[in-house]
């Protein structure tokens, strides 16, 4: 007999940021010109004009207690004259929303502003109450048809730009999100592998390195262990002193690496109801890692996250004929500004059209 298995949600308390920058015009649109090409003969070419919307972002969460992530996006925009759309907490309702809200003109510059965790996915549902958005639920979504098209509101200048950490290095589902936001004329969907910093000390944006180390939530081995693990992690790294980086809160100056901490919880529930299987009975959390690591299910969902079972703290409990299973680990990342590399010590200006510093599909 088979094992009913629930699993829920991984849940990250990341505090960190993402954004590209908007280039903004007074006027209520921006002219594009694109060349049609006749297809009987190449060489004769028409130059149109066609009249693209002003830049428009989703705050697509809210701040929770100290976080400050959104209201400083927010801010951000707001200073740009970029109009703010609220309240579309999932894919499915930026589509309807974009859907709803078009005229003769496509959409110019479409940017999501979403809190997420690259060793999880994104913290924006596929469709209102629906998963957050991985590559597999996502997947599901389309093959299932929950999820809107979008209608001829796009064409091939509109750039529609996550500020969502972990996107780039993610790539199967960065594609799968330009699918998902495919209409009659293609639009670009733009990432960048760095963080995005909101509302720093020295610029209200600017973009950074992440490096991550990891340990037994409420069991760390000491900053300095910690320093040489990460150190031992990204050798090729020399212009940090990790030890200073890993005691530091924030940028004291421009361009110093500092540190962000946050963490990864996992839940699972195993019914053992109406099974003959039986529970397992654990003395120790070495016993519940070597119990894991038999389970091929679930060795396939920690493995996509990259980090080691030891680097969990374990808790287990049942209730009834349920065996529950919890673990917990901390996250450090060093954040490392982008500086110029001449003239005044400043931040590099984050640029869309930068190949560098942002991924197009």
Known sequence: MRTILKTSVFVA??????????????????????????????????AVNVAARKPIVFITGFDKGNETFYSNARAYFQEKDIKIIDGQYSLEEIILWLNKNANKHPYGDIHIVNKSNPYKGMNLETIVRGDKITTETLKRSLKEGTLPSLKDVVNNNTKIVFHASGLVENATLLNTLKSALSAKSLPKVIASPYYTVFGGKFSNYYLAQPYYVFYPTANSPGKIDLSKEIARKYPEEKDINWYDALNNEEERYVGEPYTKQFSIPIKWEFGYHNTDDEMPIFTSQEEVMDWIEQNEELMVEMNAHNIPLEKYRWNWSTKNSTLIIRGRTSGLVVLKPLIKPYGDLEHIEPDTNNKRLYAMK
């Open 13 to 46: 308390g990341l505090i960190l940021l993402s954004s590209p920058f908007i280039c903004c015009d007074s006027n209520e649109i921006k002219k594009e010109t694109i060349a049609i090409v006749d297809n009987n003969t190449i060489k004769n070419e028409i």
